[in-house]
């Protein structure tokens, strides 16, 4: 039950060893500050690791071509490789169940765009419909490239949010025709994108189009694909690999050649950064933990001196006829809630920090660092729960001590 007399003997008790009280909420606090804020980091850091992921879809694969490093079949090294149409359709005659989502794709760099008084310049890339959940771009305003526009190789465009901004200001680009080096394009589809800003600056138009446009016959720049997401890593690795061994075959490449052509797989990225996260998590876990022991090794010793320093006014108490269930009581009480206080206020310096130095932080790649409040809460409450056995342990022998020995102590 709530006792009021109780709390004015706890505050006077703190009032008089002010120091005492500091100290004990200082090693409080500054666990609890100290394990938000690494938390807080190691959640920055996943943040920006998981912005990295957003740009492209998770199960992608991006298929370039270089130049022969070897010679091989009595072909010389330094031969350009070119991928053409009939690609497009060795690779999904091939692996047409592992293919989820499939484009090749013509790439136009430094393209000026014009609208009226309006003009910058962007990277045009020629894609099927296929190609928006390659890139995870979200439409949000019209729509995307259709097959409808591939087969009447439509000069039509999908923008970035950040070209309509640049070459429309607060007015809609829907509808309206660009002039792409020259030629008219008209705007159907504004998107975003997950992967930020340079993202968000690119143009597509019809695959077909570009190719008409920019290409004297049927050749194209690269590939990307979405292989099955039922795939494992282990069975998405295997699938590059054979890909990369049969177009490497059929281009009379090497197959030590590592430079002719290039097959990145998103499912090894995945897997290096899943194996980083969770070494990342096991340190952070592993400071936190000790972090927290610290604390409450701290808690112990002092509570330890605290009742070994005032053995002789409890001594007094007993002998004015305090029983040993009050002594306890007020010395456990007394406990928790320095504990509580000094937890909570160690809470909120480090939630405060973390969002002051937010920003700040960005160019080291710390992203948006926080922490989740269940966490700390329960660290908090970890401490408390140490503070309260802390407490406990000693105030039980003191509560046993004879009053006269207690007034002996020195």
């Known amino acids: 039950m709530f006792s009021l007399d109780r709390w004015i003997e706890i505050f006077q008790t703190l009032n008089k060893n002010k120091l005492r009280t500091v100290l004990s909420g200082f090693t409080i606090a500054f666990a609890i500050l100290l394990f938000t804020l690494l938390f807080g980091v190691g959640n920055g850091l996943k943040h920006t690791f998981e912005k990295q992921f957003a740009a492209d879809a998770q199960n992608s694969v991006y298929i370039r071509s270089g130049q022969t490093t070897k010679p091989y079949k009595g072909l010389q090294s330094g031969r350009k490789i070119q991928f053409k149409n009939d690609d497009t359709k060795f690779i999904n005659s091939k692996f047409e169940d592992e293919i989820q989502f499939f484009s090749p794709n013509i790439e136009r760099f430094n393209v000026s765009a014009v609208y009226k008084g309006e003009q910058n310049r962007y990277t045009v890339r020629g894609v099927y419909p296929d190609y928006q959940p390659l890139e995870s771009a979200v439409i949000q305003d019209g729509r995307f490239l259709s097959v409808l526009d591939l087969k009447r190789r439509s000069k039509v465009i999908a923008i970035g949010r950040l070209v309509e901004k640049d070459l429309f200001g607060s007015l809609s680009a829907m509808g309206k025709n660009i002039n792409l080096d020259g030629i008219a394009y008209k705007v159907i589809g504004v ?217 002996n102590d020195e």
């Open 191 to 407: 998107f975003n994108d997950p992967g930020g800003d340079g993202d968000e600056r690119f143009i597509y138009t019809p695959f077909t189009t570009a190719q008409g446009m920019y290409r004297d016959n049927d050749e194209l720049d690269r590939f990307g694909l979405t292989f099955n997401p039922e795939l494992n890593v282990d069975k998405a690795m295997a699938f590059s690999n054979l890909l990369t061994k049969m177009l490497k075959e059929k281009h009379n490449v090497h197959p030590r050649d590592q430079a002719a052509i290039r097959v990145f797989n998103y499912a090894e990225r995945t897997r290096g950064v899943q194996q980083f996260m969770m070494v990342l998590n096991v340190i952070i876990l592993f400071i936190g933990i000790g972090t927290l022991v610290a604390g409450i090794i701290g808690i112990s010793n002092i509570m330890v001196y605290i009742v070994k320093e005032r053995n002789k006014e409890l001594g007094i108490r007993k002998a004015l006829g305090a029983t040993p269930k009050s002594i306890i009581g007020m010395i456990m009480l007394e406990s928790i809630f320095v504990t509580a206080v000094a937890g909570y206020a160690g809470l909120m310096i480090g939630v405060f920090t973390l969002k002051a130095l937010g920003k700040s932080l960005e160019e080291y790649g710390i992203l948006n660092p926080s922490v989740e409040t269940y966490v700390v809460v329960g660290a908090t409450i970890v401490l408390i729960i140490a503070g309260t056995i802390a407490g406990y342990i000693p105030a039980t022998r003191a509560a046993r001590i004879k009053p006269i020995e207690a007034l």
